[in-house]
């Protein structure tokens, strides 16, 4: 298999206010986008992120069109962890979680969008 490219889809009551926040505090650009469905991709996340609207017809299988969000995490790796945590905090972003280090290495915190999605930043030192 030959795989070449990635995205994770999201379902979420408001598609575009996932989206603003992703463009606006994460460095996404739109690549497209219609009712309901919102297309994003960032040229060093290695993956895009589609946000759709819970509830629409088009979405199968219908069992798994339920919202994102209770148990879902979606982590980046970035390079400075405390220069994007204050960048973040001044921006006004939810943290959930305040910047931490685990014992194993993993430096990180996490913040919520306007549809609960968390977003966790990563850097290992």
């Known amino acids: 298999m030959r795989?070449?490219?990635?995205?994770?889809?999201l379902n979420v009551a408001d598609p575009q206010a996932s989206a603003?926040?992703?463009?606006?505090?994460?460095?996404?650009a739109e690549q497209m986008s219609a009712d309901g469905f919102v297309s994003l991709a960032h040229p060093d996340a290695g993956m895009n992120i589609v946000?759709?609207?819970t509830g629409l017809k088009s979405f199968k299988p219908a069992s798994a069109a339920g919202s994102a969000g209770?148990?879902?995490?979606v982590a980046f790796v970035?390079?400075?962890i405390d220069a994007e945590y204050a960048r973040l905090q001044s921006e006004g972003v939810p943290i959930v979680t305040p910047i931490e280090t685990e014992e194993?290495?993993?430096?990180?915190?996490q913040m919520a969008d306007?549809?609960?999605?968390i977003f966790q930043l990563?850097?290992?030192?």
């Open 3 to 9: 795989i070449t490219d990635s995205v994770i889809s």
């Open 20 to 28: 603003t926040f992703v463009i606006d505090h994460l460095g996404f």
């Open 51 to 53: 946000f759709l609207r």
């Open 70 to 73: 209770e148990g879902l995490l």
């Open 78 to 80: 970035v390079e400075d």
């Open 104 to 109: 194993w290495g993993e430096r990180y915190f």
């Open 114 to 117: 306007p549809n609960g999605i």
């Open 122 to 125: 990563v850097q290992w030192v």
